[in-house]
C-alpha cells in the first residue's frame, strides 16, 4: 500500500512511464488504482518516429502489470512523507 499512497499524492504532476514493450509515453497522472494501473492524460510519446501509431494518443489507461519503470520530477517527490510511512509500515 506504500506504492499506492505515494503515486496518489503525485496526480496531477507529470510523470513518463516505460512499458514492458519499450515504449514511454509521458503525460499527467490523472488516476492510480490499488493494483497500480495508471491512467493519464495529454499523453505523448517519446520516440514517435518508432511508434507512429500512437502519436494520436491523448488520454490513455495503462495496466500496472505491464510497467517496467515510473519515472517522476524529484521536486515532486517527498520524501519525509515517504520515510514516515515506511517507519509507519514497520
Same mark, same amino acid.
Given at each position: 500500500?506504500? #506504492?499506492?499512497? #505515494? #503515486?496518489? *499524492?503525485? !496526480?496531477?504532476?507529470?510523470?513518463? %512511464?516505460? =512499458?514492458?514493450?519499450? !515504449?514511454? =509515453? *509521458? &503525460? *499527467?497522472?490523472? $488516476? %492510480? @488504482?490499488?493494483?497500480l494501473n ?5 499523453? $505523448? %510519446? !517519446? +520516440?514517435? +518516429? /518508432?511508434?507512429?501509431?500512437? *502519436?494520436?494518443?491523448? +488520454?490513455c #489507461?495503462?495496466? &500496472? $502489470?505491464? !510497467? /517496467?519503470?515510473?519515472?517522476? +520530477?524529484? $521536486? @515532486?517527490? @517527498?520524501?519525509? =512523507?515517504?520515510? @514516515?510511512?515506511? /517507519?509507519?509500515?514497520?
Amino acid at each position: 500500500m506504500l #506504492f499506492f499512497s #505515494f #503515486f496518489k *499524492t503525485l !496526480v496531477g504532476k507529470e510523470i513518463a %512511464v516505460e =512499458l514492458k514493450n519499450d !515504449v514511454v =509515453l *509521458t &503525460g *499527467t497522472l490523472h $488516476s %492510480v @488504482d490499488q493494483y497500480l494501473n495508471i491512467k493519464l492524460t495529454n499523453v $505523448s %510519446v !517519446v +520516440n514517435e +518516429n /518508432r511508434y507512429p501509431q500512437l *502519436t494520436a494518443l491523448k +488520454n490513455c #489507461f495503462i495496466r &500496472g $502489470s505491464v !510497467v /517496467r519503470y515510473v519515472q517522476i +520530477n524529484p $521536486s @515532486d517527490v @517527498d520524501t519525509e =512523507l515517504l520515510q @514516515d510511512a515506511k /517507519r509507519k509500515e514497520n
